[in-house]
């Protein structure tokens, strides 16, 4: 009987294979999307502020789960382009607050349909049983590893 190599077993790692399938998943929404000259991030950041007046950088940060210096680096180029604006808040100065410019609103409507073909190429490609198990099982995944925290 063989033992698994430490190979064997860091390529079964659970991590990894989110990383690899998160990759893939990625090309397809930023290839769609790319007509908009957006990424699947930046739509996603953009999408977030759409209701909002504006949102500070750490309440940002927490409804994307990530962390507010990766989050200032992301939002920078979408401030240069015209499609964000960082203010300092009227109630907390070294508070900075961010909001969509008339360019970011308008730019949604343009990459929404793109976001949706990409929706549709990728259950298309894994199935509709297949799409909804993995909605799921994301789902009551990230509802677990939030009360890690």
């Given at each position: 009987?063989?033992?698994?190599?430490?190979?064997?077993?860091?390529?079964?790692?659970?991590?990894?294979?989110?990383?690899?399938?998160?990759?893939?998943v990625?090309?397809?929404?930023?290839?769609?999307?790319?007509p908009a000259?957006?990424?699947?991030?930046?739509?996603?950041?953009?999408?977030?502020?759409?209701?909002?007046?504006?949102?500070?950088?750490?309440?940002?940060?927490?409804?994307?789960?990530?962390?507010?210096?990766?989050?200032?680096?992301?939002?920078?180029?979408?401030?240069?382009?015209?499609?964000?604006?960082?203010?300092?808040?009227?109630?907390?100065?070294?508070?900075?607050?961010?909001?969509?410019?008339?360019?970011?609103?308008?730019?949604?409507?343009?990459?929404?349909?793109?976001?949706?073909?990409?929706?549709?190429?990728?259950?298309?490609?894994?199935?509709?049983?297949?799409?909804?198990?993995?909605?799921?099982?994301?789902?009551?995944?990230?509802?677990?590893?939030?009360?890690?925290?």
């Open positions: 009987m063989s033992k698994r190599s430490p190979i064997d077993e860091i390529a079964s790692c659970t991590c990894l294979r989110l990383r690899k399938a998160t990759r893939r990625t090309q397809i929404y930023d290839q769609m999307l790319a000259g957006l990424t699947v991030a930046q739509f996603s950041l953009l999408a977030r502020l759409w209701p909002e007046e504006s949102l500070s950088i750490g309440e940002l940060a927490e409804a994307l789960v990530t962390d507010p210096t990766t989050l200032t680096r992301n939002l920078k180029p979408l401030i240069e382009r015209g499609l964000l604006q960082a203010v300092n808040d009227a109630e907390d100065r070294r508070r900075r607050m961010i909001a969509l410019t008339d360019a970011g609103r308008a730019i949604i409507p343009v990459a929404y349909p793109l976001w949706r073909k990409a929706q549709e190429q990728l259950a298309e490609l894994l199935g509709a049983r297949d799409i909804a198990s993995l909605n799921s099982a994301l789902d009551r995944s990230l509802e677990r590893l939030a009360r890690n925290d």
